[in-house]
T-cell receptor, first 112, second 113 residues
Framework: AQSVTQLDSHVSVSEGTPVLLRCNYSSSYSPSLFWYVQHPNKGLQLLLKYTSAATLVKGINGFEAEFKKSETSFHLTKPSAHMSDAAEYFCVVEGGYQKVTFGIGTKLQVIP | DAGVIQSPRHEVTEMGQEVTLRCKPISGHNSLFWYRQTMMRGLELLIYFNNNVPIDDSGMPEDRFSAKMPNASFSTLKIQPSEPRDSAVYFC???????????FGPGTRLLVL
């Protein structure tokens, strides 16, 4: 069985403060993990991915995520939020045989 | 590369009509995915193909939905007959192979009246 849990459906931060979007997963295989971002009325864009190399993964726009096997987590962080970061973020696990599971998404609001 | 191309971008139709959504994956990509996104259910994987062969269609909601991939550069998702509850944004994505990054098209926004 495979699943992804995004612990917060909505996160609100002030501009310039840190961002933390939480994701936990379960998989019977050594998974590949991804974060995608979707801006309003747009398609999904890859932010970063983990594929069993370095556990700290750096992505675009200053985002990064750390793979913690012991905690089965892959939380997304950014030191300082920007207004343009307001979007919906999806955590994704690919656990073998191309079985892809998306989380329900976390809407990030950035307050000026 | 132009990226994943989907057409039409918007479709408005009446209940009972046939709807065909089209997707052109990125050249050289071997895997193709169809997703549906709604407010109520979020993003759902409907079906994916590997080397033009359907691998997993367990996400297809019912027999009214069918998908084909006649060659490496084209896929269709058909709904016949369409119903108002099919209204959603349908995304196509492609990737080089399993476990690789998926590249998403802009989506088709479908409204069934």
């Amino acid at each position: 069985a495979q699943s992804v849990t995004q612990l917060d459906s909505h996160v609100s931060v002030s501009e310039g403060t840190p961002v933390l979007l939480r994701c936990n997963y379960s998989s019977s295989y050594s998974p590949s993990l991804f974060w995608y971002v979707q801006h309003p009325n747009k398609g999904l864009q890859l932010l970063l991915k983990y594929t069993s190399a370095a556990t700290l993964v750096k992505g675009i726009n200053g985002f990064e995520a750390e793979f913690k096997k012991s905690e089965t987590s892959f939380h997304l962080t950014k030191p300082s939020a920007h207004m343009s970061d307001a979007a919906e973020y999806f955590c994704v696990v690919e656990g073998g045989y191309q079985k892809v599971t998306f989380g329900i998404g976390t809407k990030l609001q950035v307050i000026p | 590369d132009a990226g994943v191309i989907q057409s039409p971008r918007h479709e408005v139709t009446e209940m009972g009509q046939e709807v065909t959504l089209r997707c052109k994956p990125i050249s050289g990509h071997n895997s193709l995915f169809w997703y549906r996104q709604t407010m109520m259910r979020g993003l759902e994987l409907l079906i994916y193909f590997n080397n033009n062969v359907p691998i997993d269609d367990s996400g297809m909601p019912e027999d009214r939905f069918s998908a084909k991939m006649p060659n490496a550069s084209f896929s269709t998702l058909k709904i016949q007959p369409s119903e108002p509850r099919d209204s959603a944004v349908y995304f196509c994505a492609s990737s080089l192979a399993g476990g690789e990054t998926q590249y998403f098209g802009p989506g088709t926004r479908l409204l069934v009246l």
